[in-house]
């Protein structure tokens, strides 16, 4: 069964009612802004094609008020233990297979130009 909120909008005197699980809400605005950025300049340097879509989905979440509200909150999860030797260890078997790639790869950084 679904719940809803009832929030009422000071903007513009309205009653809003909104899910309170608005993730399809929020996912198909950053899809949204993913495909204007793909399709607007789809020769972007590195950065700038993954950082844009999230700037205008956090730019349009925090200037519609009811977007506003129901924005997914963040939280941080267990840092002990078997999670974090399982972080580390990751990061470390990744260091490692990227630097046996780049010493024994020796790829022609001239051929990687963009």
């Not at 005197?13 to 899809?31: D, E, Q, Y």
């Not at 802004?33 to 300049?41: E, F, H, I, P, Q």
């Not at 094609?49 to 267990?78: E, F, N």
């Not at 078997?82 to 297979?97: D, E, F, K, M």
């Amino acid at each position: 069964m679904a719940r809803f909120k009832h929030i009422f909008d000071d903007e513009s005197m309205n009653i809003v009612v909104l899910h309170k699980s608005n993730s399809s809400v929020h996912g198909s605005l950053f899809l949204a802004a993913l495909a204007v950025v793909a399709v607007g300049m789809p020769a972007s340097p590195w950065p700038w094609y993954m950082l844009l879509p999230l700037l205008i989905y956090g730019g349009i979440a925090l200037a519609l008020p009811p977007l506003r509200r129901t924005v997914p909150q963040l939280s941080l999860g267990r840092m002990d233990g078997v999670p974090l030797a399982c972080a580390v260890s990751l990061s470390g078997v990744t260091v490692a297979v990227l630097v046996g790639f780049h010493v024994l790869g020796r790829v022609d950084k001239i051929l990687c130009r963009v």
